[in-house]
């Protein structure tokens, strides 16, 4: 028959052309359900394109057309009616599996976020479990859901064909998430029809083939690879479900022995399930000796497991040469390069040290590697240096690019990446111009003979002292250690450890063998040590099918590294490379008062910088072992508190070594064993600390902008758990004195604190069960911006929104009483308790008063005088407030609401930030500071600009305890030169950071009022509050705040009391996931907020205030700040003033646009900045004289 390759451009006409090829024929798909007697439904080709018109004048009717369409049905005909009745009918079909009948899981709702479907295509039984789970996205409700009946009630003669060419979208393929995050791959119909022309060339398929599949149907090697090539070449199609596979996996091989099939295949550890089975005997009647494709599509291809299939079913006529191991991924559409057919998969073996160098050598009884064949004839291939961008040669080991029509246009609302994905270069002249767009696989493989060797993932090599090792080759020596261990059951990865990078191995034990699992650690950890020449940090033995996976049975490698870290593994047993748990904060205990004061210090300094204290060298500098400001503080406090010695912070933050330590407290000799009375709390006081009052002046300002309000939303998963949390908290409430205070004006005009009568915690409770997503939405906003009544009201309340699934709970306290280390606190000490709540709580800790006395001793005394003289000295000159890219003036009277903008930098990216800090003798915050002012700098023009960053100010007192307000608000100031290099910046950034937090404890407003020549106010109400913000000196502005993690505290704490969205406190029997709050108070204009994940990377947050930017601006800021941060640590030394600002998609705008090469943005100051900071720095000045 003629190829529908030149017959059509879409795949709607080319299920016309099938019709037209068989009119009344019986071609078409046959789905196969039950066992023993399987009953068989069929659907031609003739009724799918008749059924998908009448669906597709439904869908039409609907407004479905160019919008997107989720499909959520279980494997059957009505998937695939539902898929061409979206192309018929001109929507984005999207694919995905149904929700489960409990909750919606991760996965699931990444892709509702992402692909924000207007319609949704379900069975009635679907419908009603999303209805029923509605209230987890507030999509649902904004999505049409219907169903077939719906659609089959439609009239058909409405159908109006869209216009459709090679360039119209037809699908969104959500990635299978074994790399990350699911993104939408853009397929086109013209992508479609090319790979099947690629599919149809390599295996030969004609209308004369069967093809036979189990694959999930939303899955790219199921729907492009089972279910379109039959109809792209006018073949049979057999169909069973994937769980009636996984129940029996030689249903599977039954079927294509029933109907004759001749191309059928699936990932590698399919084959492997057969193998396990056929063990306890096969059909006698079970005949493979039609099978003439067996594409195996797993990268890289386990050459054990293809020969163990092949003479396991050799005897049932399944011929070696069958086997058809190919490579391909989403992004290419599905296709890329395959074997030959009816030719046995080429297997060859390279030395692994040579692979790890970036080398293939073959080497007898090396690393076995599966050929993945040649690449398609019609597509181009390359193996390029990820680094530099340059091809190379065959033999050498680099990044699989990809180029040709088969390559997708990008994600679904995600720019192109160069550096990642789609619209890369070439640096070389060979072959191709350098212009051409090339898509980066993020695999790793190298060219033999012309032939595709895949070896590995980039984002999964792991690192273990300068070595590279592929997880496959330690996941296959670990499964192959013990017979109670399973085959392709493991995932290996690594962690950070005290020695550098980790390694760690998660491996699946048989059910039936869990007594063996002694043994197995034992022969696994022998295994890697004989086979590799690998010492895992940790081994965990874990039960059977619960190791990630996606939907075609890859390893999630990467979600399997996030349970391990989140403690979420089911483990059976453990195995650690030193005795006790191989994390830090739980495997050590600081010495008690009066043991060698030595072995002490180690002790703090180990733990403060999350390391075995056995392999702390004394004489390395702690800034480049870890240690940050935050840590440095919480180190110092420790110290005095412990060992009786004050350590000044820029001891430790200007870099300092463990030896250096202990030669100056042996110095300071004998000191107090838990720091003398420093921690005295004394007599009670009601005065206020000075940034109290502040606080509370500024709120009498504008009270119902409840700008200091905390708040924080949490759905709890769990049934019967908010009772239980509702205890806890009431508890830390009353053990701490200061949650329990109110805040009122005397009658001589003083602030006072008092003690609040009646409940300790305010809770509020509503029936939110027949609520949506919408309304639940605005209560939350509405009750997080209530406003306190401070004198009566408990300043710490819970509101509680009763769902019909789980509940909600909005955390709300007032600033005046925590802090960011006070909120760690309560959520560490609800943790410590949650097993104990029962029983009585502590003594009431009162030591915020003895912190007032502290500052208030401290301000009357000589260090206060030197620090006034510090601040007036360092702000004499005070520059004019930095100018920002306002989209609009401030109004007369402002809301005070910010937008937030979210980032998550990548991990390399982060890595490098530390990296540069460490070289430096920096902490990561000081890079930070540094871009940020180069930021500044770029879109306002100035080079002399003054920011604050909110710091603790512990004094004589630990971090976070009492629970309290402690923190001080420093104003940094910026002087950059553009000629010089980041890395001056950074250098210069430094000095003034620890300056400034060498003389941290003079507060904020004191710093004011200093500088303007004004005598402090020392809680008077009588003030105006203006320069307790710093509005005057421009302060009021830019704010930089990085929260870092403290050892000790749970995982996922500091992300909660943070805000970090996706962040969720696990308690026994319980998890409170963060839910994002649409708005929240704006405190300055601009805030850059920066979260240290205990994953290891950092989330990056910009709040912006809304009435003064648009969201393009935040979105377009922060993209901005990342660039500048990627340019800057990429080249340190390079003059700042050649950093570019803009990517490849902005430059390339502005060129389009005419605009030449123009000075960089921000250099001209916008006329609404000049007089927003105008504004800002003499508000009641005359406009007009």
Aim: overall charge negative; glycine content about 10%; charged content about 25%.
């Amino acid at each position: 028959m003629a190829s529908p390759v030149r017959r059509s451009q879409n795949l709607r006409d080319l299920l016309e052309l099938r019709v037209q090829d068989c009119p009344g024929g019986e071609r078409g798909y046959h789905f196969h359900s039950g066992s023993g007697q399987p009953t068989v439904e069929t659907l031609t080709y003739e009724g799918l394109a008749d059924r998908s018109k009448r669906w597709a004048a439904g869908l039409q009717a609907f407004g479905a057309e160019g919008e997107r369409c989720l499909l959520l049905f279980p494997p059957g005909t009505e998937y695939i009616s539902a898929f061409f009745a979206c192309l018929y009918a001109g929507a984005v079909a999207v694919p995905t599996y149904p929700p489960s009948r409990r909750n919606v899981d991760g996965r699931f709702r990444a892709v509702l976020d992402d692909a924000e479907p207007r319609v949704i295509l379900c069975t009635p039984e679907i419908r009603d479990r999303v209805l029923a789970l509605a209230g987890e996205w507030p999509g649902f409700r904004a999505a049409r859901i219907v169903t077939p009946a719906e659609l089959e009630a439609a009239d058909e003669s409405s159908w109006t064909p869209p216009a459709l060419d090679s360039d119209s979208l037809a699908f969104l393929q959500y990635t299978s998430g074994s790399t990350g995050q699911p993104k939408g791959v853009r397929v086109t119909h013209g992508n479609l029809v090319h790979n099947q022309q690629l599919i149809q060339t390599a295996f030969g398929t004609s209308s004369e083939s069967v093809v036979v599949g189990w694959l999930p149907l939303y899955h790219d090697m199921g729907l492009i690879g089972i279910v379109l090539q039959p109809l792209f070449v006018g073949a049979e199609c057999h169909l069973m479900s994937p769980l009636a596979f996984l129940q029996r996996p030689l249903a599977w091989l039954e079927l294509i022995s029933r109907v004759g099939g001749t191309v059928s295949g699936g990932p590698s550890f399919a084959y492997g399930l057969c193998v396990e089975k056929a063990v306890a005997g096969c059909p006698e009647d079970l005949d493979l000796s039609r099978w003439r494709v067996a594409f195996n599509g797993s990268e890289p291809v386990d050459a054990t497991t293809l020969e163990r299939f092949a003479e396991t079913f050799a005897t049932y006529g399944f011929r070696p040469q069958a086997a058809y191991p190919c490579y391909g991924l989403a992004e290419a559409t599905l296709f890329v390069a395959g074997a030959s057919v009816a030719e046995p998969p080429t297997v060859e073996s390279f030395d692994q040290a040579g692979l790890g160098n970036g080398r293939a050598v073959p080497l007898a009884g090396g690393r076995s590697l599966v050929s993945s064949g040649r690449p398609a004839d019609g597509l181009d291939l390359a193996i390029v240096d990820p680094e530099t961008c340059r091809r190379l040669a065959d033999g050498e080991v680099g990044e699989i690019w990809v180029a040709g029509q088969s390559v997708a246009d990008g994600y679904w609302r995600r720019r192109r990446d160069p550096k990642r994905d789609f619209g890369a270069r070439l640096e070389d002249h060979q072959t191709h111009s350098p212009q051409r767009s090339w898509l980066r696989t993020g695999d790793l493989g190298f060219l033999r003979h012309g032939e595709l060797f895949v070896s590995g993932r980039i984002k999964d090599l792991i690192i273990l002292r300068g070595r590279n090792v592929y997880p496959q080759d330690v996941e296959r020596a670990a499964a192959a250690s013990h017979p109670a261990l399973l085959a392709d059951g493991a995932a290996a990865f690594a962690v950070d450890s005290p020695r550098g990078e980790g390694l760690v191995v998660v491996q699946e034990i048989d059910r039936r063998h869990h007594d063996q699992a002694a043994q197995a650690l034992e022969a696994l950890g022998r295994g890697l040590a004989e086979h590799e020449g690998l010492v895992a940090d940790e081994i965990v033995l874990i039960r059977q099918r619960t190791l990630p996976r996606t939907s075609s049975g890859k390893v999630r490698r990467r979600a399997c590294r996030q349970a391990y870290l989140d403690g979420a593994l089911e483990a059976v047993a453990t195995a650690a490379r030193r005795t006790g748990d191989t994390r830090p904060e739980a495997s050590w205990s600081v010495g008690m008062a009066g043991e060698d004061r030595a072995l002490d210090l180690r002790l703090l300094v180990a733990r403060r910088l999350g390391r075995d204290p056995a392999d702390l060298d004394p004489d390395s500098d702690l800034v480049t072992l870890g240690l940050d400001s935050l840590a440095a503080m919480e180190l110092a406090g420790e110290v005095e508190s412990r060992l009786g010695v004050h350590l000044p912070l820029e001891v430790l933050v200007e870099g300092t070594s463990l030896a250096a330590l202990q030669q100056r407290i042996d110095e300071a000799g004998e000191g107090p064993a838990s720091g003398g009375g420093a921690h005295d709390p004394g007599e009670p006081t009601e005065r206020p600390s000075v940034g109290q009052a502040s606080i509370y002046f500024l709120e009498r300002l504008q009270p119902a902008a409840a700008r200091y309000n905390v708040a924080r939303a949490l759905r709890c998963t769990a049934p019967g758990q908010v009772g239980r949390l509702i205890e806890g908290l009431d508890r830390v409430v009353e053990s701490h004195d200061e949650l329990r205070r109110s805040f009122a004006v005397d009658d001589q005009g003083w602030l006072r604190r008092g003690w609040r009568p009646g409940p300790r915690l305010e809770v509020r409770e509503q029936d939110a069960s027949g609520w949506s997503a919408e309304a639940l939405t605005t209560a939350l906003v509405g009750a997080a911006s209530r406003p306190f009544d401070l004198a009566r009201d408990p300043l710490m309340r819970l509101e509680v929104f009763r769902g019909a699934g789980d509940d909600v709970v909005l955390w709300v306290a007032h600033h005046l009483v925590v802090d960011f280390l006070s909120m760690a606190t309560i959520g560490r000490q609800l943790s410590e308790g949650w097993t104990a709540i029962s029983t009585p709580p502590g003594p009431p800790k009162a030591g915020y008063d003895a912190w007032i006395r502290w500052q208030e001793d401290l301000l009357a005394g000589e260090r206060g005088q030197s620090l006034r003289e510090f601040w007036r000295r360092e702000l004499a000159d005070a520059p004019a407030p930095p100018e920002l890219p306002v989209d609009s003036p401030p109004p007369a009277e402002r809301s005070w609401r910010a937008r937030c903008t979210r980032a998550w930098l990548p991990d390399e990216l982060w890595s490098a930030v530390r990296d540069r800090a460490d070289r430096q003798g920096a902490t990561p915050f000081v890079l930070l500071f540094a871009a940020l002012q180069l930021l500044i700098a770029r879109i306002g023009g100035q080079r002399d600009f003054l920011l604050v960053s909110p710091v603790a100010t512990p004094g004589p007192l630990p971090l976070g305890e009492p629970v309290g307000y402690r923190v001080n608000l420093l104003p940094l100031r910026s002087a950059l030169d553009e000629s010089a290099g980041f890395e001056d910046l950074v250098r210069g950034s430094r000095r003034r950071v620890n300056e400034a937090l060498r003389h941290r404890d003079l507060p904020f407003a004191h710093i004011v009022e200093e500088v303007r020549g004004q005598q402090p106010r020392s809680g008077r109400a009588e003030g105006s509050g203006s320069t307790a913000d710093g509005a005057g000196l421009g302060l009021g502005r830019v704010m930089l705040v990085l929260y870092g993690r403290s050892a000790g505290s749970p995982s996922g704490l500091a992300e909660l009391a943070a805000g970090v969205p996706g962040s969720a406190l696990d308690l026994p029997g319980a998890r409170f996931e963060t839910l994002e709050l649409e708005t929240h108070p704006a405190l300055f204009d601009l805030q850059l907020h920066a979260t240290e994940l205990a994953s290891g990377g950092c989330y990056l947050g910009l709040d912006t205030d809304r009435e003064l930017f648009d969201r393009v601006t935040g979105e377009r800021l922060l993209r901005w700040f990342q660039r500048l941060l990627e340019g800057a640590t990429a080249a340190p030394t390079r003059p700042l003033r050649d950093l570019s600002l803009l990517d490849g998609s902005e430059r390339e705008q502005l060129l389009a646009a005419g605009l030449g090469p123009a000075p960089a943005p921000g250099l001209r100051r916008p006329v609404l900045s000049r007089i927003a900071a105008r504004i800002h720095s003499a508000p009641e000045a005359p406009a007009l004289e």
